[in-house]
């Protein structure tokens, strides 16, 4: 089966995530600056949201770029992916209007955390389907970068309980090791093709 239905389908979603996360920035009821630095949580929370999804969006390029072709396991797990990403307008919304309390923090990293699981989840579908030597079990490896990632998201989910500005410092911690595209797969896809 093609994969170009599944890239269509998943950038057009992305698409529409970001378009309803930035509908939900409101203007400042006033036109000085502290109208404005009353917004500042929403705003953080949405340049957040904005970076993660355009981590995930990025990655999911270059994931599929390695693979030749999908399956229904494949479409069903890509769809399990983009469930958990179409929360992440609630989540942010959430978290950003309630200056970061508690449970709204916890709940947006558990967001984060089932979204990047459901990614590996559709990362390592893609790699039994393609095989061991596959370019894209040869450029993720052991994947310590989403091993850590999860591992700080779980650090993450309980601490925002007692120190929810920490929490929120780890997430974008996770960000700040993702922001850069993974150039794992680029770098194996380039060497893949100087090979030939």
């Known amino acids: 089966m093609s994969k170009t239905r599944l890239e269509a389908f998943t950038d057009g979603v992305i698409a529409i995530l970001i378009t309803i996360m930035v509908l939900e920035l409101k203007v400042p009821h006033g036109a000085d600056l502290h109208a404005l630095l009353a917004l500042a949580p929403v705003f953080c929370s949405y340049v957040l949201s904005f ?29 399990h992916l983009l469930f958990w990403l179409s929360l992440v307008p609630f989540t942010t919304a959430w978290m950003g209007e309630n200056y970061l309390a508690p449970l709204p923090t916890a709940v947006y990293g558990a967001d984060l955390l089932l979204a990047a699981v459901a990614y590996t989840l559709l990362q390592n579908a893609i790699i039994a389907d393609h095989g061991p030597d596959s370019k894209l079990a040869k450029a993720v490896g052991g994947d310590r970068k989403g091993k850590l990632s999860a591992l700080i998201y779980v650090t993450a989910i309980p601490l925002a309980f007692y120190q929810p500005w920490l929490s929120a410092a780890l997430y974008v911690l996770v960000a700040v090791i993702w922001f850069i595209p993974d150039r794992r797969i680029e770098k194996e896809l380039h060497h893949h093709d100087s090979a030939r």
């Open 51 to 79: 970076v993660f999804l355009g981590i995930y969006w990025n990655n999911h390029h270059h994931m599929l770029h390695a693979t030749t072709h999908v399956s229904g396991k494949i479409l069903w797990l890509n769809l």
